[in-house]
């Protein structure tokens, strides 16, 4: 059976990998790592397609040591048992670097089992992960590797690999390959900072090639959808949504719609309108208050609409949170309080507030409230906060038009009870 292209092509040197220069380029520290000859624990973490399983298998034939290769999709517990045994054996003399390949597969368990032997450098371990190891890998295995990040590749760097791979499809299959202009360069700025995805487009268009000609066209359809990296569930997914709200709470409404676009395109619907509504009370809060009520209209069409024509209201939504005041007090004033109530620092209610429509509350004391509706300004002051908080506070008037004029009547009312006070 015929290996992909993109595995027949693998680079056998790190001069070779495409990309990931902030690793591997000269003088970075895992080149140097590597060039030491000593090998220690590393963890590869990034998109799939960018190089981690090359890098890690060409570190592997540096090293000397007997090669176990892994992955976490399909390695049971009697595998691992099975590569801690040879750690005895007359072949694992120099040592066992076991290359596990998605890593965040294997249970606490599993990962646990392999402490022991990572400890005491009869195994080196060279995990890889599409997920934030952070999140998925065991903190006693975290604790004795290295990370390091593997990035999506930059579509000039990909273009090259693209470029390469049609040569040695032409040397493998003495194929007499021509290319419209463009082809590469489309194939690379579509394929998501993916080298295994642009050489296997690559492959296939060569394989679809009519008259050994590959067009323009054959390529956008091979290429369709193909620089999405989205996974409803992985790492890919939040990042998006990170910078979704973080582009609206920096005012960038133009980011902002590229985000948006990202998701619905990947036809996630239910995220972004969950997050505008979050974004609405968390982002834009007070200073416009009635932006929930806007976002919320706005989330109601879409969900009513569907998509494609969703996005008309989901965009509405979007640019005009971007260009709403800002204001974060209310998610700050909540946050202070639930910090207080989770330390238990709370108190007894003040007896003047606890319920009283009951007989028997004077003798239990429950006496002594004021009814706000009687006074001047519909305000008196009287202590609301347990004791242990009685000046407490919580809550900040935002600098935005909308809690200065609250607070301007705040003062106002204020005021009004300490002059009938004086009286």
Known sequence: MASPLADTIRPDGLEDVVGQTHLLGEGKLLRRIVDSGRIPNLIFYGPSGTGKTTVARIIARKSNKKLFHLNGTSASTADIKEVIAETGGIDGYNGILLYLDEIQYLNKKQQ?????????????????????????????????????????????????????????????????????????????????????????????????????????????????????????????????????????????????????????????LISPCRRLLVIAAEDIGLAYPAAIHVVNACVEAANKLGLPEARIPLAEAVIFLATCPKSNSAICAIDEALADVRKGNTGDIPSSLKDAHFAGAEKLGHVGYQYAHSFPGHYVRQQYLPDPLKDRVYYQFGDNKTEQAALTYRQHILQISQEKEKK
């Open 112 to 268: 646990q089992s392999l402490l022991e032997y990572i400890e005491d450098g009869s195994i080196t371990l060279i995990a890889s992960t599409t997920e934030n190891p952070y999140f998925y890998v065991y903190n006693a295995i975290l604790s004795r590797c290295t990370v390091f990040e593997f990035h999506p590749v930059e579509a000039a760097e990909l273009e090259r690999a693209v470029c390469r791979a049609f040569d040695q499809y032409r040397k493998l299959y003495s194929a007499e390959l021509t290319l419209e202009d463009g082809v590469c360069a489309y194939i690379a700025a579509s394929c998501g900072g993916d080298v295994r995805k642009a050489i296997n487009a690559a492959e296939l268009a060569a394989l679809g090639a009519e008259n050994s000609r590959i067009t323009m066209e054959d390529v956008r359809q091979l290429s369709q959808r193909s620089a999405m990296r989205y996974d409803r569930d992985g790492d890919a997914h939040y990042d998006i949504l990170s910078a979704f709200q973080k582009s609206i709470r920096g005012s960038d409404e133009n980011a902002a719609l590229h985000y948006l676009a990202r998701l619905l395109e990947a036809g996630d």
